[in-house]
């Protein structure tokens, strides 16, 4: 057996009471909406008999971009589901908060979706054609070992929650119902972070110097999981140009603060390894501060000749 199967056999089995007190915490206070009740149905129109113009809600391309990017991101969550289930044994508790984490993602593309057919935010026929090719393409994350995906994954939902969270507020102010859609869906994705995040933080106390080399895999290969999205460079560059989530983003609100937040830079005892890994990760949180800082000036000397 490899060391890193080792590892995560161990890791495990030393945070299964972590589990079940993480999802005991979350089930406490659930958050019990339902899709059908958010949607305006009576601002509806036939397709056939109106057509999709994009007049018809008037907003930036990197709107547009990133409510379509982060329906089609949500689409595929029976990937995702898979993905997780293989790192969750049956007899752990981990397994019953995978079930209980795609139930309640289920319903973020459900909610989105009716409330852009209703609302004409997106070109219809766009939508369909980009998750057909979103969810045959079979292109997602496959973290290689248990503490890589839960470091991915804390990552991701964290990304997950800014991205939805920064398009509501961009929303033209009198689509109340986009607002709130959105909003209990970054809601949602608060709490899925959460966990993820106490998580890794209890797993830091049984193995720090696996965990450690996992999260600097994670940061340094970090994407959004919407790479198989048709065109997906361009959207995300439009959504970065409107201030949504990009590489700014990424390291403020994401990287940064979660790094800060599990006190990497204060452990103990690590390995080798570890060690060499933990520099590798600083050394890039330095690099993506020295991007965002000559991206801020460029903007700024563009600003300027304007």
């Known amino acids: 057996m490899e060391s890193h199967e080792v590892a995560d056999r161990d890791i495990l089995f030393d945070v299964r009471e972590d589990v079940e007190r993480l999802f005991n915490r979350h089930m406490e206070a659930p958050r019990l909406w339902y899709p059908h009740e958010q949607i305006a149905w009576d601002e509806g129109e036939d397709f056939q008999s109106t057509p999709w113009s994009p007049d018809q809600y008037p907003t930036s391309e990197g709107v547009r971009s990133s409510i379509y990017v982060n329906l089609l991101t949500e689409d595929n969550l029976p990937y995702y589901t898979t993905t997780i289930l ?3 044994p049956k007899d752990h508790p981990i397994r019953e908060w995978t079930y209980q984490w795609t139930a309640e993602e289920n319903r ?30 079979g292109e997602f994350p496959e973290p290689e070992t248990f503490s890589d995906l839960i470091s991915y994954v804390a990552f991701q939902e964290r990304a997950t929650q800014i991205a939805h969270r920064n398009t509501a507020s961009r929303l033209p102010k009198e689509d109340r119902v986009g607002r709130n859609v959105l909003g209990l869906v970054a809601g949602d994705e608060t709490k899925h972070y959460m966990f993820y995040r106490d998580l890794v ?7 720090p110097s696996t965990i450690v080399q996992s999260l600097e895999r994670q940061v340094a290969r970090f994407a959004m999981p919407g790479t198989g999205i048709p065109r997906f460079t361009r959207h995300a560059v439009r959504i970065a140009r409107e201030g949504i989530y990009g590489l700014q983003q990424f390291l403020g609100d994401v990287v940064e603060p979660m790094v800060d937040s599990w006190r990497i830079a204060a452990l103990e005892g690590l390995s080798a390894e570890a060690e060499v890994a933990r520099d590798r990760l600083f050394a890039t949180i330095e690099t993506l501060r020295a991007s965002v800082e000559r991206m801020a000036d460029r903007a700024a000397a563009n600003g300027a000749l304007a």
């Open 86 to 88: 293989g790192h969750s």
């Open 108 to 137: 973020h593309s459900t909610v989105i979706r009716d409330w852009v057919h209703v609302s004409r935010c997106i070109d219809p026929t766009v939508l369909e054609d980009g998750r057909r090719i979103q969810m045959t393409s």
């Open 201 to 207: 933080a209890a797993s830091l106390l049984v193995d």
